[in-house]
Nanobody, 122 residues
Framework: QVQLTESGGGLVQPGGSLRVSCGAS????????MAWFRQAPGKEREFVAA????????SYASFVKARFTISRADTENMMYMHMRDLTPEDSAVYLC???????????????WGQGTQVIVSA
């Protein structure tokens, strides 16, 4: 089993930056692809970014437009996503996920955290 715990969410002004973090526990966490999804009230959960188990491959949703950067530090069992140029449309619960392949679909991930709230507002 893999447990995922997100942190780093909060309130940020439009145009600001924020880093969300995901801590992973479990003997196999370092061998899994990891991803960020987000879910706003009344909307479907959507893919944001993913990183391969090796950290050498990444994938981003088109709406990210080079504003977000995903990374991982397996020696610390951590994954990060630095977000900049945030807009109110980025407000959502951001969820960490882990799975066997680098995918963009919810169904491709086996493990999920509870999420961390990001609010972009003046």
């Amino acid at each position: 089993q893999v447990q995922l715990t997100e942190s780093g969410g909060g309130l940020v002004q439009p145009g600001g930056s924020l880093r969300v973090s995901c801590g992973a526990s479990g003997s196999t966490s370092g061998s899994l692809a990891m991803a960020w999804f987000r879910q706003a009230p009344g909307k479907e959960r959507e893919f944001v970014a993913a990183i391969s188990a090796s950290g050498l491959s990444t994938s981003y949703a088109s709406f990210v437009k080079a504003r977000f950067t995903i990374s991982r530090a397996d020696t610390e069992n951590m994954m990060y996503m630095h977000m900049r140029d945030l807009t109110p449309e980025d407000s959502a619960v951001y969820l960490c996920a882990a799975g066997g392949i680098l995918g963009i679909d919810v169904d491709e991930y086996d493990y999920w955290g509870q999420g961390t709230q990001v609010i972009v507002s003046a």
